[in-house]
């Protein structure tokens, strides 16, 4: 990336859009849009719609707001993170304060809520105001399309592809999934993109599986450095054609991030435990812009390019100034995350999200298949971390206590008591409460100081307390090492969902034969 390339990049006409949904499972429902629409550093427009969402229970005659937050919040398949959102402010001009269940409440109330094709339609003419070409600015476009494109293929939305017809290239070809319908289009990112990504996937994957190993990572590490700019720059070259073509170019903020993440790594700024951690918006906003992502559509949206700006400026300086270059942004990133407890907090996030998504998807539950779901969509794509000492968490125990915990709500034969919503509050319950027991702590600290040598690269940067022990350490939820030995596991959906939700969100991309990482 060039200095013309990144003043490409910050004149040119940039929309970033956000959608904000009741959760992240196939049953949840979008309840709000917004973008944000600058060029050349001026606003040209912002725009924020609420919609209609299904409930048990009719609420076209309620005008009690307070009524209307509750449902909102109890539609959300999370109830924590419902609550969390029923009970978050956020500050306007340092005077007036809001609430984003209660704005939705209010266009309820007031008969100000409009469909998701009349939002997209919005979207589109706002692509199309500058013949020079557009930006169209995501973070995760896996979730935007994904919601967009079941919704079509469902025939909730009408206006989808038309909202296509000027993007740069076309997405993937449609593909089966059989949890979000079929045909599964992808339409928002270039197949060129993809195919970037899936090299940077297998670097990723190859750096993981040698820090697990205890292996010396320094040459994995710059690989997957390279692989993960050579995705920004395709994106600046995308820019550049759809500036000269009049067309939109569509970008993934996560990609610039982990480029920036990448950067850290291979500069010893960033330990490779933290390598999928990071790129979600709360933690990028409160480093870079100090303040919280309030998951409000119009708010994020304006978030994504406060932060895109920031990322771009650092990226320029690290092709400016090398691999060595020790870069501010990605100290202030790492110092973030260690605050909020990053490592820990996902880890536990991602737990939570493979039993809910079991339950969504499973009409029959008991305890074999549960197991199983947490063995096949855990243990695999975190096994490089079983034996890492971080924020005085232990994977391992914290998985096997999760399971025992999850055990208790079956009973003798296997059968669920009770039902799953009680079962996934208690599992949120106690992951939040959880603590690894402090002889065990001290123990595992210990064998990681006698492994500090294992790993050549930064050792002395990083420290010993962040030294993987992987070799000798047992699968999460125990089982045959030598079974062990033959499973392969993806990153994909680590990667590209994981930092974004903090959680193994949907990870069809495991399921699409286009894109698997075998």
Do not use: C
């Given at each position: ?6 003043d ?19 049953s ?27 409930t048990?229970?009719?609420?076209s ?6 009524d ?66 557009s ?210 907090t ?30 096949s ?65 001290i ?5 990681a ?49 994981n ?9 069809w ?10």
């Open positions: 990336m060039n200095n013309d390339a990144l490409l990049l910050r004149k040119m006409h940039t929309v970033s859009i956000d959608l904000e949904t009741t959760g992240i499972q196939p949840d429902q979008i309840w709000s849009g917004g973008f944000y629409s600058v060029k050349d550093g001026a606003v040209l427009n912002q725009h924020q719609s609420f919609f209609d969402i299904k048990p229970n009719s609420y005659n309620l005008t009690s707001e307070t209307l937050v509750d449902i909102l919040e109890k539609a959300h398949s999370s109830a924590s993170f419902g609550a969390k959102q029923a009970g978050k402010g956020l500050t306007v001009d340092g005077n007036q304060t809001t609430n984003v269940l209660k704005d939705w409440a209010k266009a309820v109330t007031q008969g100000e809520t409009s469909s998701v094709s009349s939002y997209v339609s919005n979207l589109n003419k706002e692509l199309s105001t500058s013949k020079e070409g930006i169209l600015l995501l973070q995760n476009v896996n979730f935007e399309d994904r919601v967009l494109s079941s919704l079509y293929a469902k025939g909730g939305i009408d206006s989808f592809p038309s909202f296509t017809g000027n993007l740069l290239d076309k997405g993937l070809p449609a593909s089966s999934d059989p949890r979000y319908g079929e045909p599964f289009q992808r339409y928002l990112l270039p197949k060129d993109i993809y195919d970037l990504r899936a090299k940077q996937t297998g670097d990723l994957r190859s750096t993981l599986e040698a820090f697990g190993k205890g292996s010396n990572i320094e040459g994995h590490l710059h690989q997957y450095y390279k692989s993960s700019m050579d995705i920004v720059d395709k994106y600046t070259a995308n820019a550049a054609r759809a500036s000269a073509e009049g067309k939109v170019a569509v970008m993934d903020l996560m990609d610039f991030t982990k480029a920036l993440y990448a950067h850290g790594a291979v500069s010893g700024q960033v330990k490779p435990e933290m390598l999928t951690f990071g790129s979600k918006v709360d933690t990028l906003a409160r480093a870079i812009l100090g303040t919280d992502e309030i998951h409000d559509a119009l708010s994020d949206s304006k978030q994504q390019q406060e932060i895109f700006k920031e990322v771009t400026e650092e990226l320029q300086a690290i092709r400016r100034n090398g691999v060595g270059y020790q870069s501010p942004l990605v100290d202030k990133l790492v110092k973030q995350m260690e605050k909020d407890k990053t490592f820990s996902q880890l536990k996030e991602r737990h939570i999200s493979v039993a809910r998504e079991y339950f969504e998807t499973n009409s029959e539950i008991n305890r074999e298949g549960f197991n199983k779901a947490l063995e969509r855990l243990s695999n794509s975190n096994r490089h971390l079983l034996g890492v000492v971080k924020e005085d968490f232990n994977l391992a125990d914290f998985s096997k206590k999760f399971k025992g915990e999850a055990d208790k709500f079956f009973d003798e034969t296997g059968n669920l008591k009770g039902s799953a919503e009680e079962l996934v509050d208690h599992l949120e319950t106690f992951s939040k409460g959880y603590k690894v027991d402090s002889t065990d702590l123990k595992q600290k210990l064998n100081n006698k492994l500090e040598s294992i790993l050549s690269h930064r050792a002395t940067k990083w420290g010993a307390g962040a030294v993987a022990v992987g070799l000798g350490a047992s699968m999460m939820f125990g089982g045959d090492r030598e079974a062990q030995k033959e499973v392969k596991y993806n990153t994909y959906d680590e990667v590209y969902n930092q974004y939700y903090g959680s193994a969100f949907a990870d991309q495991n399921r699409n034969n286009s894109h698997k990482m075998q």
